[in-house]
């Protein structure tokens, strides 16, 4: 089992990104997502996650309102993070990760467990210019 992150990029702020995360071997309909990120310099962060039926979702203030996780292909292996009027503070490496356990992921993304999600991509870059 393998993810595989693609969709990143430069966008000038204010421009959008649609990143995909396929799963190699898996089946996402029955795991919770989970999106991460990390800048140079800085340590890595929990950004969004959603349940693998959609109904509890969690985002970091500083996206909130600006990004989404459509999850519409995740019966066949493939799951988005949608993030719109991007800022530069968003750049950096972004990350899927997956886990049968929403509350499990639901806590790493708040930084509240270090107990990582099962399944990790290998990343894709995001750059956002002024």
Known sequence: VRLVESGGGSVQAGGSLRLRCTAVGLALD????GWFRQAPGKER????CISWNGESLYY???????????RDN???GTVYLQMDSLKPEDTAMYYCAVD????KILSFVRNESSSAPRYWGQGTQVTVTA
Do not use: F, K, L, M
């Open 30 to 33: 029955n795991y919770a997502i």
């Open 60 to 70: 970091i203030d500083s996206v909130a309102g600006r990004v989404t996780i459509p």
């Open 74 to 76: 995740a019966a066949v």
């Open 45 to 48: 962060e929990g950004v969004s």
């Open 100 to 103: 049968r356990s929403y509350s």
